[in-house]
């Protein structure tokens, strides 16, 4: 009997490095590559719908367009349902008999419970989850999952004390053929997109990024053939450009770019051009991704909590008009309100811009963090579920971070970052420059 295999994609977009689809390309006779948007799906494990922002739509829209002509190459093609992975792998197995379905390991409680419900619901059928998210595999890790260290220097060290030249292995290649499409005939996608989302169409203007694992190996390749990597850790705290940092992270998001081909690139850069304190600080940087990854892996649900991985809750709680007013970059400080703007139109916002915007709306305005990180889970084209909400309870006091919360002196940052106030000015920070709230304690009008 012909074995048919179904393959779901989720941030695992590209062809090479992705040991699971490796593992698929032997092991069946005729496969069905699935992707799924699931508009059904709330948020992080409470009330935010998870609804996808212009940019990070556009963004995901190029990658499938970009992985379904990859795939085209090897006489395969993309199925897209706008679905739950549950309601269209259900009506595949019946229509095709699939015996073997795959995927790669993800972090997000939402993707593991649908693989675990899957599991549970077809008995019959042969599972195959491979890690490609990562740099490691948690057997290569030096400590078990459980005790993962409560702090990323901690792990670092631990992690730097092994010998990584022959610990991280180098990308696996893509499959050299893949078995035929067990699915011929499906309604072309991107019509099924256009009606999903009317509002695409829109013009959003150029955009920072564009999707798609092509694109990715593109970014990659063009940063290490400048001298940029060398002066990384001097720059990267920029807040406007391209150049000062990497901007690696949309493609590492969704998996258009892996994290072991970044690292494959940087070595031999470092062959080339010489290693320094900037070409580890990538490195480096690329380590907390990874912590974040296992912190995600260990505490699951506790990734959204209230009162994240700590055994307090925070003082702050909900404010609407604090809210619609930090997100939409009408706050009393102008480079709050120019790093919304830039986030609102881009998509995308420097390291620096996110630790200054988290800072104001837990210590400033007084915000339950988890509306802030499930605004930047919409808006963010590198949202990664565990880094944003890994990073949120840091800078909340409610996560990994031994000394407690991080207050941003946001007068001081806007002297050190933007001394001439030309990204304030850039983004019209102080355009929309407003009182807090419109009301005083008692509600009265102010
Ligand atoms: C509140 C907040 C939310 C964040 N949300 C996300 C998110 O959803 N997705 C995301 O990828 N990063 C997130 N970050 C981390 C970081 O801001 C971005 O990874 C970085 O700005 C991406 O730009 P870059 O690729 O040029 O980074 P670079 O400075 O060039 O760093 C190289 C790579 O290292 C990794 N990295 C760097 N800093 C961090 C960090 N603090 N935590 C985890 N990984 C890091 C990223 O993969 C990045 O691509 C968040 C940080 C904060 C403070």
């Known amino acids: 009997m012909q074995k048919v295999g179904l393959f779901l994609f989720n941030h695992d977009l590209r062809m090479d490095d992705n040991a699971a689809l490796l593992l698929a390309a032997t092991e069946v006779d005729k496969l069905i590559c699935l992707y799924c948007v699931d508009n059904s799906k709330v948020g992080p494990g409470w009330q935010q719908p998870a609804t996808l922002g212009p940019r990070r739509r556009e963004f995901l829209f190029q990658s499938l367009q970009d992985l379904d002509r990859q795939l085209s190459h090897y006489g395969q093609k993309l199925v897209v349902r706008m679905e739950s992975p549950l309601e269209a792998i259900a009506q595949l197995i019946t229509a095709h008999n699939v015996s073997h379905l795959y995927s790669s390991q993800h972090v997000g409680t939402y993707e593991q419970r649908i693989w675990n ?11 195959s989850q491979c890690y490609s998210h990562t740099i490691f595999e948690p057997s290569q890790l030096p400590f078990s999952l459980e005790q993962l260290p409560g702090s990323f220097s901690k792990f670092r060290r631990l992690v730097e004390k092994m010998d990584l030249d022959s610990i991280i292995s180098a990308p696996l290649d893509a499959p050299a053929t893949l078995p035929a499409p067990a699915l011929v005939a499906d309604m072309a996608w991107q019509t099924l997109w256009q009606d999903q989302f009317p509002e695409s169409s829109g013009n959003l203007g150029q955009a920072l990024f564009k999707g798609g694992a092509s694109a990715g190996e593109q970014h990659l390749k063009g940063y290490f053939s400048r001298d940029l990597a060398s002066s990384y850790k001097q720059t990267r705290n920029g807040l406007d450009g391209m150049d000062y940092s990497t901007k690696f992270s949309p493609w590492l998001a969704n998996g258009t770019l892996s994290p072991r081909r970044i690292i494959q690139q940087l070595k031999q850069y470092e062959t080339r051009a010489g290693a320094n304190d900037s070409t580890y600080w990538i490195f480096f940087e690329l380590l907390w991704r990874e912590y974040f990854q296992w912190y995600g892996y260990k505490y699951q649900q506790q990734l959204y909590a209230f009162s994240g991985i700590s055994h307090s809750s925070p003082t702050t709680s909900f404010y609407p008009e604090r809210f619609k007013k930090w997100s939409a970059g009408n706050t009393p400080y102008a480079i709050i309100n120019a790093c919304m703007k830039q986030l609102n139109s881009t998509g995308y916002l420097s390291n620096r811009g996110r630790q200054l915007v988290a800072s104001c709306f837990v210590h400033e305005l007084g915000l339950d963090w988890r509306h802030g990180a499930a605004y930047m889970e919409q808006q963010l ?28 002196d946001l007068r001081k940052q806007a002297q050190i970052y933007d001394p001439d106030n030309q990204f304030v000015q850039r983004w019209a920070g102080e355009q929309t420059l407003q009182p807090l709230d419109s009301m005083d304690a008692a509600d009265w009008p102010i």
């Open 381 to 408: 084209v590198d949202f990664d579920v565990a880094s944003n909400w890994g990073n949120w309870q840091y800078l909340a006091g409610v996560g990994a971070d031994p000394r407690g919360h991080r207050r941003f």
């Open 117 to 127: 419900t899957l599991q549970k619901r077809y008995t019959m059928l042969e599972f």
